[in-house]
Every structure is written in C-alpha cells, then in structure tokens.
C-alpha cells in the first residue's frame, strides 16, 4: 500500500472526502515526512505544527466538505507569500520578525478550499537568486543528490513536494523561479499567465513579471491547485476578469496528441546543451510525435537581448518594490543609528543580503537621471519585441516546447561567486516572464549520466492554461514515471 | 534702472473631499486619532497592492474639464522615488510622462480686464504622511493622511504678480470648491501651492533663473513671499549677482524665502511606470456623464449675475466669491425679486454677520425666505429700513420669524393717518417758532419737524406719510 506522503493530491483528496483517511492522520503523516526529510533538504523555514493538527482535528470533527477541493490537504508556502498570523520572512534578514497580519489572496483561496498551511518554505532572499543559496537562514538541498542545489527561487517548495513532504505547495515565478526548481527536482510546476492569480499578499519582487503557481507530483494535481488560486481578484488590478475554466474536465478531453502543433523553437534546442538535457529532452520530443504530435521548427529571435532586457526591468522594479524596508515602521531596524538617513543606510546594509543589495543598486542605476532612456526606456521595448516574438510563433503553433534549464542541477556554492554564471541559468525561463504568457514545467525523465531529473517547458498562449495542461497531461503519461528521489529515500 | 517683470507659474496640491483613500478603502477624515486610519495598502506592508478610487478620478477629470483642458484617454501612473519616514512605500505614486489631462486654461478677471492662464497640466497623487517631530530628539510618524487623493494642478508661466497669483489662486480654489471636490482649505492644507518665480528685465523674451518657493500657507504669504521673492531676485541682479535655481523656504515669522536645497542636491526621483497599475483610460461614457454633471462654474456664474441681475462687477465679485452667497442670493431673489436691493443687503449687513460668526451662507441661521420676507416689510413700509437694519442681527442670529418679530416687538410702522395727523399737530404746537419761520421760506427745516415727529413715535411713523402731513399743515 501506498504511504501516505506518496499519495497523490487527487488519492488524497479523495480519500480524506471519503474519510478513509484522517485529516489529522494526512497531517501526522506529512509532519512526520518532513521530520525524515529535513535534515538531508532544508527546505522549510517555519513549521506550524500544533496549530496544523489543532485544525486537522477540528476538521474531522466537523466532518468532510465536498465543496472544498482541498479539504484536509496540507500544503506548503512559499515564505514570499503573506500568511496570516504567520511568518512571512521573504528569507530575508529584514523580515526576520515580520508576522503579516493578512494572508495572501493566492493563500486565503487555498484556506477557503480547505487547505491547510503546514510550513512555509526556504527560498533565495526575496526571490533573488536561482539556487536558494540566498536565503538569509536555511541550506537547502537537492532531494535527488544533496550535494546539489535545489533550484530556485522556489527551491525550497520545489524540494519539499519532490521529497513528499505534502503533495503540493506554492511558488511564484519572476523569471523561472518556479519552473526551473521544479525541472531540478522532478516536479510538475506551473507559471500561470501574468494575471491568472492575484499578486495580492505576494511579497513584490518584479511586479510586472511576478506570478504565483503550484508544485505538484502530476499535471492532475497542479491542475487542481491552479483551479483553486486562479481569477479575479479586486485587490490586484493586474488581475485578470478572464474566467476561470474548467480544468479537470479539459484533462479528460483527449488521450493522444493529434493535431497538436508543438513549436520548437531554435534558440533553445541549439548549442550549449548538457548532453543529459539534450538526450532525455529530444527522446521526448519522440514520445510526442508518436502521440501525434506535430514537431514545427520555430524562432524567437530576439531571445538573445531577452535576459539583459529581463533583468534590466526586475532589477528596477526591485530597487522601487524594496524602498519600503527601511526599518521604520515593521522588520529590522539598526538600533545602534540614531540619525534617519545613517540608520537607513545601516538597517539597509545588514538587513538585505548581498545580492538583494546588488540588484539594488543596478536597479537605481538603471532607473537614474541620464540612464533611463539608454536601459529602462530600452528594456521596456526588447520586452515588447520579445513578447511579439512568443506571440508571431504561438500563431502558427498550439503550444511551445523546450528544455526548462540548460543544465542539470549544478553543485553547491559552484556559481555563489560568480553573478553572471548563475543568471544564465535562468536562460531558458527568463524571457517568457516578459512576456507574460503562461509555462508548465514536467519532468521529462533521468539523465542517464547524472541520473539527475531533467525538465521539459511548455509555453502557451495568453490564459492558454487548459491547453498547456492538456498537453502536459498526455505527455506525461508517455515519459518515464520518476521514483520518490533517492537523496531522501535512502 | 531697468524696469523688471516678473513671471511665475505655479503648482497647485488639492485634496479631494473622496470619502476613501486614492488607492484603498482607508478612510480620509482629518483629525482621527495617529495612524487609524491605515490598512496594509497605505501603511506600504510587503505584499500589499493599490486599487484606483474612481471616485478621485471623476473629480480629476471633473476638474479638468473645468479648465477646459485634454483629458488624456490614457494615463499613467508612476512611482516617484525617495525615501522619507512618512512615505510608507518609499515612493508616492503620482504621473509623470502621461498625465491625466493637459493644455487647459483659467481665465480669471483681474483689476477688471480678463486674463488667461494656461494650464500645463493636471495630475493625480497620493499623500504623503505627517512627521511630528516632539520633544528628546524623538520624530513620530502619522500615516492618516498617507494616500489621500491629490490633484497637482500645473500653470504655465503666464502670471506676472503676487496680485496675479492670488488672483489665480482664489479662482482656481472657487472653481475646486464649486466642483465640490476640495475644501480648498490653505490653512488645514487641503489646497497647497508652490511657486516658481523669475524675474527678467521687461521685453526680454527669455526667462531668468527660477526658484521654486515652498510653504506659503495663505493668501496673505503667498503675496509676501513672492513679493520678497521678486525683489530679491531683482535686488541680486541689480548688483551684478546671478539668481542661483533652488528651492526656498517661505519663513512666516520673518517675511523671507529661505534657501533649503540647491540644484546639486536636488532629488532623482527616478520615476518609471507603475506596474502595479494598469494604465487609466477614461470611457467616453464617463467623460460625457460628468462633463454633463458639472455645475455652473464662478466665472459664468459671474457673467450671468452682470447680465441678468444688472449688478456692479463688485457686487458679482462678492456674491459669486462663494456659492454658498451666489446660492443664497438667489434663493432671495426668486422669493422677493429686486436684485440690486437683495444685493445691497447681503453684502451690507449679512456678510458682516456671516464674518462675525465666521460661518458660510448655507450655514445661515436665516433662511433665503426669511430675508426676502424682510426685505417685503420694508417694501411694504411696515418698517422702515432704519429699523430692518437695527433689528437684523438679531433676527439673523436666531433665525427668527421678520414678521412676527416685528409684531411682536411693536415695530410696525404707524400708518394711522389720523394718528400721525395728531402727532404732527403736536408737534408744530410745541415748535411755533420754527413753523414760522417755515411758512416764511425755511423748507430746510423740514428735516426738523420729520425728526421731531420721529422722536415722539420711537422711529416708527411712515415717513412718507409724515412728510405728506406736515405739508398740508404746514402749508406748503
């Protein structure tokens, strides 16, 4: 039989409906994962244990509700998105004591569905990095070789699912933070479009390119969690009106790829592929041409001024987004400063990590007197270049294909000291946060000489979700089914 | 010495009277308690993210319209940069490179020709928060009025005095508060201004340097600090010096701008395009609808009291200066015609009370009907207008009833004929010499015998009908 922690979100869910399954007993369980699996990943930053089990066995009191989806399900957040009563650190230093006293519109719909929060999750400091090596407080590691990093920013989330620490848990993704950590880790991850779930209570890194998604073990269950988080939100006015559909039912809608059209676009299947991503990815594509799929080589061409363009504009936005961590008014202040602007400077200085800082600065930079034109102004116009070029491919096709990291899972502290390496990690799911449309990560399979997990992208149009999932759905019955990773089931 | 004109323009901040704050649901009553009036939003709590009041953009593009200015189909809003204890996000949302509407005009009278002043541009804002700085070095921070909705309304250069600039002030302050959508209060600081001033030896086309002059909380200092700003300007040039671009600081006390920061240190505000809001566009179904709820503004207001109600220009200054008055007026002369007279009265004696009790018409203990009955006992001669003017603060304190108080109080004038026939008959009993002296040609002492008649009848005989009487027994 099955144990509980590697249960699905959908055998889960059904079960605690049918109360075959405690709620308290999915929750021990869950905790009892985590309690296995903390010291070798070190994904979760604070833990809710007694107030978790106070509300399972509340639950089960009162029984089962079939109008909430998530009845009884325990999950996991990231610690960028506000929880009430909770605290919400950003894995920063200056948030060390910060306990919102609002939840999260992404993480209030999870509650309503009758989800309940076990922990929040490490992450780089407020969303910046690609590895969770940011993080102000925690290490985590690679379920799958605890040598390597996780991914990130998500990392931590990303870890947790993949380990079974409780079958889903939120992200969000400014420029692949949830669908590169999920390809390093072995998990089903998704970048909703810009505007399918309220940014409300998501603490603001890129506002422009910010989205909250789910990690999930299978399409089935992100499905499920994306159901519950996505439309309309009043207190967001980038959020969209557009309805929500259906989908569970779409997933249901076929069993092969026929008449699909999967653009393939040349910028991300040329050079500088690890030869692990290369051959698991193209065995893929196969999998998919024998579902029916058609293969159509396609071009983005402006790809290459995408990664400067993309960190040109969240850097900025992050210089504006982060002024209000000033030590006045919640979070660390340096007391030892009694004069405004040095105390600025001092709480500023050791309340924000390195690369927090750095991004900082450029994002002032890039936002001075003189330099706007030459960066901001011109980073504004590749963007709408770029966003042309996934929009001209999307007509001829259905959905985008592509690798979701050029590399496997890199080594820890490999690319701390260098910047600019660790950037270009993001290559591959960078520029679609520009463009604001949607992106489903799905394991693809093993490297067969890493043995590391290896991620597959899909791309689609403008609130394209249902076909994304679709598709995913189909495809991931063809690819190899992974194992719970070995780096925790030892 | 060459003669030097000055030229300013100047920066309007106008509180709207919203209900709620500019991109919450946070209350904006003034005076509640520090820091009440704040939710997430406001207060900059990470996460939290600004909805547009709608209300605040009708008034915007109410106002707009008003000055008959462009009203963008898109505009923008951008964060300006800085940081300051009482600016929570550590930026003020606000537009910059696409403003809510441009290139209007105010066209105002001034020593009594008409004057246009351009419009460059107005924008929507929201507040900053209030320091208070106490006692042992200690500053705190109120955030009640952070993000209450401003409109920043920009002039062109195209005033040329500190008279001017009142001028333009009190327009653009009428227009606010016949809009109703600002207090326009300068002294609670829902109506601020800043001024840039140059000065340049007359006929020259290009501008001199310009300083920006902050903190003119009145009227009354903002025609002296740009009185003291003109002539120091033109003080330095006289002497050879050059006019340094800074901001200055108006200082009460003393009467003089002050300098606070120079070019150098001016602030970058670093402003771009916030993404946390979508561009505003304005239907045209809205636009059409408050354009279509716009009421009378001061200067048609004004031009039709000339016309239809025949007044002098300084009568229509005063009565349209508010529209509570110009409502008031009204309001009488639709119960009592006579406009000039209803006019007189108003600005005569009850500006003097509505000043004393330091209240608006609307709040007027007397009501428009209760005037105009007043004014009808004088018409009628019930009373004579010595009266009416005697017992009017009293009746206007108390909003009292004119013709039962009169009644009351017995001051009905006498227009019992044979009554007054006895009183004048007494009269010139009493005073042989002076009607003799009448009869041989002394009409002056006419005067006499009315005032005497007047006495005996505590002012209250028909003066028409005495002097009628005191012909016929008088002879002549």
Known sequence: ?490 | MPDYEAVIGLEVHAQLKTRSKLFCACSTVFGEEPNRNTCPVCAGMPGALPVVNKKAVEYGVKLSQALDCQVNDRSVFARKNYFYPDLPKGYQISQYEHPLAEEGQLEMPVNGSMRQVRIVRIHMEDDAGKSIHGAENTSYVDLNRTGVPLLEIVSGPDIFSPDEAVAYLKSLRNILIYLDICRGNMQEGNFRCDANVSVRPRGRPEYGTRTEVKNMNSFRFVHKALTYEINRQIELLEDGEQVVQETRLFDESSGQTKSMRGKEEAHDYRYFPDPDLVPLSISVRDREEWSRELPELPLSKWRRFLRDYALPEEAADILTGEKDMADYFERVVACFGEPQTVGNWMISEMLRELNEGNISASESPLAPEQLAELLRLIQQEKISSKIAKQIFPEIFARGLDPETYVEEKGYLQITDESRLQEVVREVIAENPDEAASYKQGKKKLMSFFMGQVMKKTQGQANPKLVDQLLRSELGG
């Open chain 1, 1 to 490: 039989m099955t144990a509980i922690y590697q249960m699905s979100l959908t055998e889960m869910s059904h079960r605690l409906q049918s109360r075959e399954l405690g709620v308290e007993q999915a929750v021990s369980a869950c905790l009892e994962r985590m309690e296995a699996t903390e010291p070798d990943i070190g994904c979760l930053l604070h833990l809710e244990r007694e107030t978790a089990l106070q509300r399972a066995r509340e639950m089960d009191a009162a029984g089962p509700d079939p109008e909430q989806p998530l009845w009884g399900v325990p999950v996991v957040i990231k610690d960028v998105l506000a929880t009430k009563d909770v605290p919400t650190t950003c894995g920063s230093r200056m948030l060390e004591s910060f306990v919102p006293f609002y939840d999260a519109e992404a993480v209030d719909r999870l509650k309503r569905a009758g989800a309940i929060i076990l922990a929040k999750s490490n992450m780089d400091e407020f969303a910046m990095g690609s590895s969770t090596e940011n993080s102000a407080f925690a290490l985590t590691r690679n379920p799958w070789d605890t040598e390597r990093v996780p991914g990130g920013s998500s990392g931590g989330s990303a870890a947790s699912t993949a380990a079974g620490q409780t079958p889903l848990s939120l992200g969000t993704d400014t420029g692949g933070s949830i669908r590169q950590p999920a390809a390093f880790c072995g998990c089903v991850g998704i970048k909703p479009t810009y505007g399918r779930v309220s940014r409300f209570g998501l603490v603001a890194y890129g506002s422009s390119l910010d989205q909250a998604g789910p990690f999930a073990r299978s399409v089935e269950d992100a499905a499920r969690v994306l159901q519950v988080i996505a439309g309309k939100d009043a207190k967001d006015s980038t959020s969209s009106p557009e309805p929500v559909p259906d989908y569970i039912a779409a997933l249901a809608e076929r069993d092969d790829l026929k008449g699909i059209r999967l653009g393939l676009p040349e910028e991300y299947w040329g050079e500088g592929l690890e030869s692990d991503v290369d051959g698991v990815c193209r065995s893929a594509l196969h999998k998919a041409q024998e579902l029916g799929a058609e293969l159509v080589p396609v071009s983005l061409p402006h790809s290459p001024y995408a990664i400067a363009a993309y960190y040109i504009i969240v850097m900025a936005e992050a210089s504006s987004n982060l002024a209000r961590y000033d030590g006045v008014r919640y979070g660390y202040r340096d007391t030892s400063e009694k004069e405004l602007t040095r105390m600025y400077f001092a709480t500023r200085s050791k309340g924000f990590g390195r690369e927090v800082q750095r991004r900082i600065v450029l994002g002032t930079y890039v936002l001075s007197a003189g330099y706007y034109d030459a960066y901001y102004k011109k980073a504004a116009q590749v963007r709408r270049l770029v966003r042309e070029d996934y929009q001209r491919a999307l007509q001829d096709c259905d959905l985008l294909l592509a690798p979701a990291a050029p590399g496997v899972p890199f080594r820890l502290g490999e690319k701390v000291e260098d910047p600019l390496q660790m950037y270009l990690t993001d290559i591959f799911t960078n520029p679609l946060n520009l463009t604001g449309l949607p992106g489903l990560s799905l394991p693809a399979g093993l490297g067969p000489e890493t043995g590391l997990p290896i991620g597959l992208q899909l791309f689609g149009p403008s609130f394209g979700e249902e076909k994304l999932l679709q598709v995913a759905y189909v495809l991931e019955g063809a690819l190899p089914d992974l194992p719970f990773p070995r780096g925790v089931d030892k």
